[in-house]
């Protein structure tokens, strides 16, 4: 069967395929994060502050060329009317990948909320979980995927 541009199934396909393509980007951009995020482990081994990995890693984000957003303020409402307060998230990487870092002991089911909750203020689909405090970073970080 043949559509043509304008007809309903035509129209539907393209957004789905719109939607398709920007999860596909959004893959690529969190492995990218993660391969920058072993470099920093790498540099900077385990038990450092948060902060400290959180800005080793915009720095080496931005070192590959990829655009990077840290501690973007995301306006909060309550059934409508702005609070006044905003949430913060740690990295938004190429406006496509939301990234919470964490220095602790174990991820708990909370950190994974955060950043749920974090994907759904934004719209974002995709984001990652990365704690800096552990032997091998593989086993700390955590891709979340919303929707």
Do not use: C, W
């Amino acid at each position: 069967m043949i559509h043509h541009e304008g007809t309903k199934d035509t129209k539907d396909t393209k957004d789905t395929k719109d939607t398709k393509d920007t999860k596909v980007r959004a893959m690529g951009v969190s492995h990218a994060v993660v391969g920058a995020a072993i470099e920093v482990h790498r540099h900077l081994g385990a038990g450092l502050l948060e902060s400290i990995y959180e800005a080793a890693l915009h720095r080496e984000l931005s070192l590959r060329g990829l655009t990077v957003d840290r501690q973007l303020r995301v306006p909060l409402e309550y059934k409508g009317s702005p609070l006044g307060l905003s949430a913060r998230l740690d990295l938004l990487v190429q406006q496509l990948v939301v990234v919470e870092v964490k220095s602790v002991d174990r991820l708990l089911p909370v950190h994974k909320a955060q950043l749920l909750t974090y994907l759904r203020l934004t719209g974002h689909t995709v984001g990652l979980l990365i704690n800096f405090n552990v032997e091998l970073l593989r086993s700390g970080v955590k891709r979340v995927l919303n929707g």
